[in-house]
């Protein structure tokens, strides 16, 4: 695989950049199953994923005139068909709508991807899955995507009313990961419940009002985490309806964020099931 020649935009308004423009105006409104990649290392997942063939490719390149030079074989393990511009800061800014000193910034097309049935389907005997409940924040779900990459996560499940993990910030903050850990968005947090019990996993709801200790989840060979929406947690009618762990903490603070609790109990369960 040899990198695309460069091709030199002096015009913001050029049409094969278009897009890229005004990302952040665009950024919760959608692209019509296109996303924004930012930065190297978001950069070097997303021509991993390019590579896996499952459903995530590359489109277009876009780099600042002072970053080409040291990014000659991350490109080169892009196909020779994925246009590779270059531009002056002035113009660089002028398109992406900010000044975007990283300077790297790719558009990517996500095809259709699997559904949670098919996804648990494709996974091993052995298996992490995290889900999640109506997570609305970009920043938390890039967090636990982020999260779900460090300690081997398998898949990630969310319900319907779950923020889209392919927007710009949530990418970003995931470093890219939400780019190569496959996942599914779809449906409600009974159905997700069900899914996952159907497909043999112990599934453990996380609550500051948990039975059991995270430090006492016992190792499973399909062990499922269970989060819920920032601030409210999860409701009581999914907490009724499966086991609920904790973490514990110094008393007179409501709760964890949702990304650290996550994080915390994923290292848990990773080391008790000899994952990490």
């Given at each position: ?77 892009f ?29 990517g ?15 091993p ?22 999260n ?7 898949a ?24 190569t850990l ?38 499973a ?56």
């Amino acid at each position: 695989m040899g990198a695309a020649p460069l091709i030199r935009i002096d015009d913001p308004s050029d049409p094969r950049i278009a897009g890229l423009v005004s990302i952040k105006e665009r950024d919760l409104i959608g692209r019509e199953g296109r996303f924004i990649a930012e930065g190297t290392v978001v950069l070097r997942l997303l021509a991993a994923a390019h590579r896996s063939g499952r459903g995530i490719a590359a489109e277009a390149i876009l780099l600042l005139e002072s970053r080409v030079a040291g990014l000659g074989d991350l490109l080169a393990k892009f196909p020779p068909e994925v246009p590779v511009y270059v531009a002056d800061a002035g113009v660089f800014d002028a398109i992406a709508g900010f000044n975007m000193h990283r300077g790297v910034l790719a558009l990517g097309r996500c095809d259709q991807l699997p559904g949670g049935d098919a996804l648990l389907a494709r996974l091993p005997a052995s298996s992490l899955v995290l889900a999640a409940c109506g997570i609305s924040n970009h920043d938390n779900m890039g967090s636990l995507f982020r999260n779900a990459a460090a300690f081997g996560v398998d898949a990630v499940l969310m319900d319907q009313t779950s923020c889209d993990p392919m927007y710009r910030k949530a990418i970003r903050v995931s470093v890219g990961s939400v780019l190569t850990l496959p996942f599914a968005r779809e449906g409600t947090a009974a159905e997700l419940i069900g899914r996952l019990q159907a497909a043999g996993f112990a599934l453990w709801g996380l609550s500051p009002r948990g039975e059991t200790d995270v430090a006492e989840i016992p190792p499973a060979p399909r062990t499922a985490l269970l989060v819920g929406t920032e601030g409210e947690g999860l409701p009581e009618a999914i907490l009724s309806a499966v086991r609920t762990a904790r973490i514990r903490q110094r008393p007179g603070l409501d709760s964890l964020n949702v990304a650290m609790a996550a994080g915390i109990a994923l290292h848990q369960v990773a080391r008790v099931n000899g994952r990490i």
